[in-house]
């Protein structure tokens, strides 16, 4: 198949599936005329992340790699009342942008949009309520500290997902010179390391390509923060 055919079933699946959503489509708009990356996750696996966290009735998520709120804006629609979102952006200005998305979207009460590299912010989440669900979408070269620090801050039972961790393939590449493949490489090895948690890796093909999701079912206690 072609990545023309991938696009098309996913453009079949929205169409019937994901009605058209002002706040969404908005959301979409603002990030494109603000000049970001166009590598916010496709409407089919929005709504993916929306339907886990349903069914894990998640009151407390936590998302690292906000861009314009595209993902956040289908978490955050998930939550119950009283539920909260905490979602971290290193760069200020793709924020300012999600803040917007997110008060279009009605959201500004539920998702706090916090700024700052992330590996500074976590460590200011120590100490709080545990989270049912961690959203892993920031850069893949520190991948495995982002996950040491979800382990830390995710329930037992809880649910950690990381994207874009196949890498269209070059993942199985031992050799690769690519910061990016060997962050995802050790987070892989990580999994298979910690008896804590039970995880699969899922290829997946689209709109965006040839790429893949780690879903890690956190079973064993929360891990002492990293320091």
Same mark, same amino acid.
């Given at each position: 198949?072609?990545?023309?055919?991938?696009?098309?079933?996913?453009?079949?699946?929205?169409?019937?599936?994901?009605?058209?959503?002002?706040?969404?489509?908005?959301?979409?708009?603002?990030?494109?005329?603000?000049?970001?990356?166009?590598?916010?996750?496709?409407?089919?696996?929005?709504?993916?992340?929306?339907?886990?966290?349903?069914?894990?009735?998640?009151?407390?998520?936590?998302?690292?790699?906000?861009?314009?709120?595209?993902?956040?804006?289908?978490?955050?629609?998930?939550?119950?009342?009283?539920?909260?979102?905490?979602?971290?952006?290193?760069?200020?200005?793709?924020?300012?942008?999600?803040?917007?998305?997110? &008060?279009?979207?009605?959201?500004?009460?539920?998702?706090?949009?916090?700024?700052?590299?992330?590996?500074?912010?976590?460590?200011?989440?120590?100490?709080?309520?545990?989270?049912?669900?961690?959203?892993?979408?920031?850069?893949?070269?520190?991948?495995?500290?982002?996950?040491?620090?979800?382990? &830390?801050?995710?329930?037992?039972?809880?649910?950690?997902?990381?994207?874009?961790?196949?890498?269209?393939?070059?993942?199985?590449?031992?050799?690769?010179?690519?910061?990016?493949?060997?962050?995802?490489?050790?987070?892989?090895?990580?999994?298979?390391?910690?008896?804590?948690?039970? &995880?699969?890796?899922?290829?997946?093909?689209?709109?965006?390509?040839?790429?893949?999701?780690?879903?890690?079912?956190?079973?064993?206690?929360?891990?002492?923060?990293?320091?």
């Amino acid at each position: 198949m072609t990545n023309e055919q991938w696009s098309a079933v996913d453009q079949y699946v929205s169409d019937l599936l994901m009605p058209p959503d002002a706040a969404l489509e908005a959301a979409l708009a603002a990030s494109s005329a603000a000049g970001m990356p166009t590598i916010n996750v496709s409407p089919a696996q929005g709504k993916l992340l929306y339907l886990l966290a349903r069914t894990l009735q998640a009151q407390r998520i936590l998302e690292l790699g906000t861009l314009g709120a595209y993902s956040s804006i289908w978490l955050g629609r998930a939550l119950p009342p009283g539920g909260q979102m905490i979602t971290l952006e290193a760069d200020p200005g793709h924020a300012e942008v999600a803040r917007a998305n997110l &008060a279009r979207a009605g959201l500004s009460a539920v998702v706090e949009v916090r700024v700052g590299p992330a590996l500074t912010t976590l460590p200011t989440l120590a100490g709080f309520p545990l989270f049912d669900l961690v959203f892993l979408d920031a850069d893949k070269v520190n991948l495995p500290a982002y996950f040491r620090w979800a382990r &830390a801050l995710t329930r037992q039972g809880g649910l950690i997902i990381a994207d874009n961790v196949v890498r269209r393939g070059a993942v199985v590449d031992a050799n690769s010179t690519d910061p990016n493949v060997q962050g995802v490489r050790a987070l892989v090895a990580a999994l298979a390391d910690d008896p804590g948690v039970h &995880a699969t890796v899922l290829q997946t093909v689209g709109s965006k390509g040839y790429d893949g999701l780690a879903l890690v079912l956190v079973t064993g206690e929360p891990l002492p923060p990293p320091r």
